[in-house]
């Protein structure tokens, strides 16, 4: 018989952080924005399930959905299926990001605007870091370099035989976007462009002059930190 003791993993809850680190603190102390993405949505969750913190839970739908727009585009219904959300949890982050769109909508100008390569990195970075699987997303963009939306393109390995150009372009024709970000993630947490990733974006920057529509920049996003392809001149000859 094994003399091994079998290791249970775990996860602290709310309770067990200092009090200054616990979200609805945070959120009183230093505004809405100083919250992650997890954070936010763990104040809508309120709990947890047996073993796995509300912050681990809010971490798991992220990664599992792709991020805001994933969770939004998700029917009630298999929100529900997942392990420690049912139908009050649900309504709750539909309810949440259906008011978020209206604002949106009501406030264009309240819209984000990208200046920079951070700018654009600080909208996802947080989020995309912490994904275990690549993936693709574009920022769409207005004449004033405004955030229209955040569209998930391709979730997987990402090289030039996966990924279409037109798949990446047909939300940003859908929106009348005047310009594009490409940004995509490394889940070793390096963001060191491969020959992979200069090439597709090689064929998306020329694609986007044929429909008259801006490719700004290709982030790669890794843990903590990026790479602006832009800045670095590749692709973008």
């Known amino acids: 018989m094994s003399d091994e003791i079998g290791l249970v993993e775990y996860h602290p809850t709310i309770k067990d952080l200092p009090v200054s680190e616990r979200p609805r ?8 924005g100083a919250l992650s993405t997890a954070e936010l949505l763990a104040i809508l969750l309120r709990s947890g ?26 029917s ?11 139908p009050a949890k649900v309504a ?15 406030s264009p100008q309240e819209r984000p605007q990208v200046r920079s390569p951070a700018d654009a990195a600080n909208l996802l970075m947080l989020e995309m870091g912490l994904l275990e699987q ?15 939306e955040v569209h998930t393109v391709y979730v997987g390995n990402l090289n ?11 939300e ?20 060191t462009p491969s020959p992979e990733d200069i090439a597709v974006t090689e064929q998306i920057v020329m694609a986007g002059r044929l429909l008259n529509i801006e490719v700004l920049d290709h982030l790669i996003i890794g843990q903590q930190r990026f790479i602006s392809l832009k800045e670095r001149g590749l692709g973008f000859g």
Do not use: M, W
Request: a positive charge.
């Open 25 to 32: 603190e945070r959120l009183e102390h230093y505004g809405a």
């Open 160 to 170: 030039t035989s996966v990924v279409r150009v037109g798949e990446v372009f047909r």
């Open 134 to 148: 690549e993936h693709l997303r574009v920022v769409l963009l207005d004449t004033r370099n405004r955030v229209l």
């Open 49 to 74: 399930v047996t073993g796995e913190s509300v912050l681990r839970l809010a971490e798991r739908l992220l990664i599992r959905y792709g991020g805001l727009t994933g969770l939004a585009q998700a």
């Open 172 to 191: 940003a024709i859908k929106a009348n976007s005047a310009a594009l970000i490409v940004v995509h993630n490394h889940p070793s947490g390096d963001p």
């Open 92 to 106: 709750q982050i539909k309810a949440a990001l259906e008011l978020g769109r209206r604002l949106l909508v009501a």
């Open 76 to 86: 009630f219904a298999e929100l529900c299926q997942e392990k420690g959300v049912g």
